[in-house]
């Protein structure tokens, strides 16, 4: 039987007709789970992570997996088990990485509004470090620390306003974001920073974006924050790692990123050239590590041709896959198994009711009722963006390791959806 592999999705591919996860048919989960399901291959996972391992082979590195574009329970025991830390955005992330098994002090805390709650929390847990984005957070967080009688280890996040060249919404490092300390008040914030008792200097930090496909921008920003770790040290602040952010893009349709192994070959070319190559590293990859590693399986409901366009209604939406909807993201959708006949184009749609519901636009199918059509790449900042709009329980998840299938989420029910509700008193 021919085996055909399908661009950007290495551990999914056909064996005939039949879409595969790993070594598992996907048809078979789809019918035993239900649909919407998302379909995690733990290869694709493992392999991302060591293209980035192989990059810093010989290093000093620490990869700390950016939770916010999956935060599912079993997905962060796999990076946890491979040695992984993990960038966290809030309690609630903090909590997760804790049940998963991460441990506390390879958690690093980035975020423009961290509450006081959340830093005592993070401080008690005894996390790694706390990326602050503003002058006045150095301020509250230095109040919290010493009212705990602790000390918080710090980075600064700088904003290099450096152009990324993606989606304007998953821009971070340019002057009109609200994210980081601009650049050119970074050496004031360290002093201020060094002189307060409650904090303890580690590094520097800085994120420009995410989905870039393109290497020009990392070459620009690490120029730029070398430059500022010498502008920083000379004044009398050592700096004992760079933590470098995350955004590698991955293939959604066409994009052509370098590899993280390419990539950071280039980087520390730059690096070793200016003398920073004994530093420690850390980077906060999220969409690399998994964006390639999962599908959304999902059941054609109805086709209903029309004047001006045929609709494909399927029964995700965009609850569950919310990237078309807000950044009019490209999701490829594949047939789960493939059939003969002719194909037209289709909007495929989900039930929600909202134009925004789009999941493809104008895609070509020879898809039926009761087919399952796969939407790829659906890894990264799907199941984490995911609503209970229209009050759609979240799907359910399988992840797939050789040719075993664990449920690692189940279909919420309607009374999930409830629980937390009352009914106002009386009648
Ligand atoms: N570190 C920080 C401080 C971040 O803000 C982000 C992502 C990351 C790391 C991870 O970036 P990544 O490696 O995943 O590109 N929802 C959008 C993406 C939002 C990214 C937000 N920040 C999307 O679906 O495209």
Redo the contacts with the bound molecule.
């Keep these: 039987m021919t085996t055909t592999s399908l661009p950007g999705a290495p551990h999914f591919h056909y064996q005939g007709d039949e879409l595969f996860a790993e070594r598992v048919r996907v048809g078979d989960l789809a019918r035993r789970h239900g649909t919407p399901l998302f379909v995690y291959a733990k290869a694709s996972m493992l392999a991302a992570l060591a293209a980035y391992q192989r990059g810093f082979a010989g290093r000093d590195f620490r990869i700390c997996y950016?939770m916010?574009?999956n935060s599912s329970l079993a997905l962060l025991q796999v990076f946890a088990q491979a040695g992984c830390g993990f960038?966290i955005?809030s309690g609630g992330e903090l909590e997760r990485v804790l049940a998963a098994g991460g441990k506390p002090q390879d958690i690093i805390f980035?975020?423009v509004g961290k509450t006081r709650a959340e830093m005592k929390r993070a401080l008690e847990a005894g996390i790694g470090c706390f990326?602050v984005e503003s002058e006045a957070e150095l301020e509250v967080l230095n109040g919290v620390a010493v009212e705990l009688g602790q000390v918080a280890p710090i980075s600064i996040?700088v904003n290099p306003d450096v152009d990324p060249k993606t989606?304007p919404?998953?821009s971070?490092g340019l002057k009109g974001n609200k994210?980081g300390i601009a650049h050119d008040r970074t050496l004031h914030a360290y002093r201020r920073a060094a002189a307060l008792p409650g904090l303890r200097v580690e590094g520097i930090d800085c994120?420009i974006?995410?989905?870039?496909t393109d290497e020009g921008p990392y070459l620009d920003a690490m120029e730029r924050i070398l430059d500022l770790v010498q502008a920083i040290e000379g004044a009398g602040i050592p700096l004992h790692h760079i933590d470098f952010?995350?955004?590698?893009?991955i293939t959604y349709k066409g994009d052509a990123p370098p590899a993280a192994d390419a990539l950071w070959r280039k980087l520390f070319e730059r690096i070793d050239a200016r003398g920073f190559g004994q530093r420690r590293f850390m980077i906060?990859?999220?969409?690399?590590l998994v964006g390639n590693a999962a599908i959304c399986v999902t059941e054609v409901l109805y086709l209903k041709p029309g004047e001006h366009k045929n609709f494909c209604v399927v029964d995700a939406a965009m609850n569950d896959l919310p990237?078309p909807a807000?950044?009019q993201?490209f999701h490829a959708i594949e047939p789960v198994a493939k059939r003969s006949g002719n194909s037209s184009p289709y909007d495929v749609v989900g039930p929600v009711c909202e134009s925004g519901d789009w999941i493809g636009r104008d895609r070509e199918l020879a898809a039926q009722p009761g087919d399952f059509l796969a939407v790829m790449s659906a890894g990264?900042?799907c199941m984490s963006?995911a609503s209970n709009y229209n009050t759609r329980g979240r799907a359910a998840e399988v992840l797939v390791d050789g040719d075993r299938a664990f449920v690692i989420r189940e279909r919420e029910t309607p009374a999930d959806l409830m629980r937390v509700e009352k009914l106002l008193p009386g009648a």
């Design positions: 950016a916010k574009a960038d955005v980035s975020g990326n996040r989606h919404y998953i971070t994210f994120h974006g995410s989905q870039i952010g995350g955004g590698l893009g906060e990859p999220g969409r690399s990237r807000m950044y993201a990264a900042y963006m």
